[in-house]
């Protein structure tokens, strides 16, 4: 079961990262704007397939990091990779004057894949992309578009 869990866990990553590369790899366009671009692909999937599914890395967190130590391990080192590839998009937006330059990169990757995660969730459980949406709003609108805090 480990070794099948593993698998799974190895291909599914492979499969999200290829998704991922070819929205924000894409370098035609800005990096706020491929980050956008990715939300919206990803809101429009969920949406086609019902609100059900979500992210398999995330369901099998929940279900299994506490019941297998290989399983958790694998699991980590995925969303640590997607984190890191989050905070390489962002550090791209501050060299182009897209992002705030007071923002830690990896910090705010860290806030974005545990918030979007959460989002997920609510959204498989309420049946509505409705907390996707107030993600995306947040997330664009405050988060990265907004002032330094005391300004």
């Known amino acids: 079961k480990e070794a099948f869990g593993l698998a799974v ?3 599914f990553a492979a499969a999200y990262v290829e998704r991922l590369e ?3 790899g894409d370098t035609t366009q800005s990096p706020l704007t491929r980050l956008h671009r990715h939300l ?3 809101l429009t999937h969920f949406e086609r397939r019902g609100c059900r599914g ?3 890395i995330g369901n099998l967190s929940q279900e299994l990091a506490d019941q297998n130590p290989c399983l958790q391990a694998q699991l980590d ?3 640590t990779r ?3 590839r989050y905070a390489q998009l962002f550090r791209e937006a501050q060299a182009v004057g897209e992002l705030r330059a007071d923002l830690d990169p990896q910090a705010l990757a860290d806030f974005y894949l545990d918030s979007f ?3 997920l969730l609510r959204a498989k459980v309420s049946k509505s992309p409705a907390p996707l949406r107030l993600f995306l709003t947040c997330m664009f609108d405050r988060v990265l578009q907004g002032s330094p ?3």
């Open 9 to 11: 866990i190895s291909q």
């Open 22 to 24: 070819r929205c924000l």
């Open 40 to 42: 919206d692909e990803t």
């Open 54 to 56: 979500g992210c398999l």
């Open 77 to 79: 080192a995925v969303l």
């Open 82 to 84: 997607w984190r890191e």
């Open 117 to 119: 995660e959460g989002a």
């Open 149 to 151: 805090a005391g300004a």
